[in-house]
C-alpha cells in the first residue's frame, strides 16, 4: 500500500470536476444508453480502421475514466464527459470502444448510460450542490476485457454536425491491482467506529455535514451474520467531488432496507487529515482510490463491488446480489 491515497482519482480522470461551475438544485433522472446501431459496428476492426472508416470528425470533449480498478472478465466502466473548458457536460449520446492494442480487434460500441448521483432532498448533506460537486456519471454496465495489460479506449459521440471521435483521457489497464479483494472473496474482516466508540462525537469519524447514520454496528460484529454494504469515502476532504453524493445515495438506500441490511460507511484518512496515512481500514482493503462500495452476502462473501461514483438506481440493482427480492 502506497504511503498516499489517489483521492477520488484525482490523478486520473475527475479532476476536472474541481474547476466546475456550481450544480443547480433540482433532482435529476437517469437516461438510457442510446441504442448501439446508432454508432459504427467494429465488425472486427483496428482502432485505426474504425475512426477512419466512420469518418467521425475530432471531438471537442473531453472523456475522462472515473476508475482504475479492472480484472479480467466483465467490469463496470464509469466516466465522466467534459468541455475543454473543464465544464460538465450531462447530456452527451456516447459509445465507447476497447482494444488491446493498435493491431487487435475493436470491442465495441458499447453506449453508455447517464446515472443521476442525486437523491431526494431529506438525504442530501448540507454542501449537496456546493461548485464543483457532481451530479451524474456515465456508465458502460459490462466492459469485457479477457487479458490483463493495458488496453486503448476511444470514444464516439453524436455531435451536432455529426459523429465524432475521441480518445479517452488514460488507458484503462486490466489487473494492475490483484490485492483489491474481488467479488467472491471472503470480505477482509476490519473493526469500523461505531457513533458509540467516539462518545456520540460523530465529527471523528465522519467528515460529512450532517454526519449520516451508517455508524451504528462495527463491521467485525456483524459480518457472516447479515448483508453487508460497506462503502469507503470521505464527503468533507474528496477531490473530485463525488464523495458526498455516494454517501448520500447509500444512506437513501439503507433506509430503504431497513433490517435486511447492515451498511457502514468508513472514512479514509487517520484522524481526518488528509497529511496523515489512510486509516488501518482503507489499507486492510489495499484501496488506491476512492469511493469504493463494496456488497457483501449474509455469509461474508464479497457478491459485488463498485468503484467511484453511483446513483440510487445503480446501488438499489447491486443489493440484488446480497439481499434477495
Same mark, same amino acid.
Given at each position: 500500500m502506497p504511503s498516499h491515497l489517489h483521492r477520488s482519482l484525482t490523478a486520473l480522470a475527475f479532476a476536472a470536476l474541481l474547476l466546475l461551475p456550481g450544480c443547480g438544485g433540482s433532482e435529476e433522472t437517469s437516461r438510457a444508453a442510446p441504442p448501439a446501431t446508432e454508432f459504427p459496428a467494429a465488425k472486427g476492426k483496428t482502432i485505426s480502421e474504425l475512426l477512419h472508416d466512420s469518418g467521425a470528425k475530432p471531438s471537442k470533449l473531453v472523456i475522462a475514466p472515473a476508475a482504475q480498478t479492472f480484472d479480467r472478465g466483465p467490469n463496470r466502466y464509469p466516466f465522466g464527459v467534459f468541455t475543454v473548458g473543464q465544464e460538465q457536460v450531462d447530456d452527451a %449520446?456516447?459509445?465507447?470502444?476497447?482494444?488491446? %492494442?493498435?493491431?487487435?480487434?475493436v470491442q465495441g460500441p458499447l453506449p453508455a448510460q447517464v446515472t443521476s448521483l442525486e437523491t431526494k432532498p431529506a438525504y442530501?448533506?448540507? %454542501?449537496?450542490?456546493?461548485?464543483?460537486e457532481a451530479t451524474t456519471v456515465y456508465v458502460v454496465p459490462k466492459v469485457n476485457f479477457d487479458r490483463n495489460g493495458p488496453w486503448l479506449a476511444i470514444a464516439m459521440l453524436k455531435g451536432e454536425h455529426g459523429l465524432e471521435a475521441t480518445r479517452v483521457t488514460a488507458t484503462p489497464v486490466v489487473g494492475a491491482f490483484?490485492?483489491?479483494?474481488?467479488v467472491g472473496d471472503k470480505a477482509p474482516v476490519i473493526h469500523t467506529p461505531t457513533a458509540a466508540d467516539v462518545g456520540g462525537d460523530m465529527a471523528k469519524i465522519d467528515t460529512r455535514i450532517p454526519p449520516d447514520q451508517m455508524h451504528k454496528v462495527d463491521f467485525a460484529d456483524v459480518v457472516g451474520k447479515k448483508p453487508i454494504v460497506l462503502v469507503f469515502a470521505t464527503p468533507a476532504l474528496c477531490q473530485s467531488r463525488v464523495c458526498g453524493p455516494v454517501v448520500d445515495v447509500a444512506q437513501q438506500v439503507a433506509d430503504a432496507y431497513g433490517d435486511k441490511a447492515d451498511f457502514i460507511h468508513m472514512e479514509i484518512w487517520t484522524d481526518n487529515d488528509p497529511s496523515k496515512p489512510p486509516r488501518p481500514q482503507v489499507q486492510a482493503y489495499n484501496l488506491e482510490t476512492e469511493p469504493w462500495a463494496f456488497l457483501i452476502d449474509r455469509n461474508g462473501i464479497i457478491r459485488d463491488r463498485i468503484?467511484?461514483?453511483f446513483g440510487v438506481s445503480e446501488l438499489e440493482e447491486a443489493m440484488r446480489t446480497i439481499v434477495p427480492g
Open positions: %449520446d456516447v459509445a465507447l470502444y476497447f482494444a488491446k %492494442d493498435a493491431k487487435g480487434p442530501r448533506a448540507r %454542501d449537496a450542490g456546493a461548485p464543483g490483484p490485492r483489491i479483494p474481488q468503484e467511484g461514483a
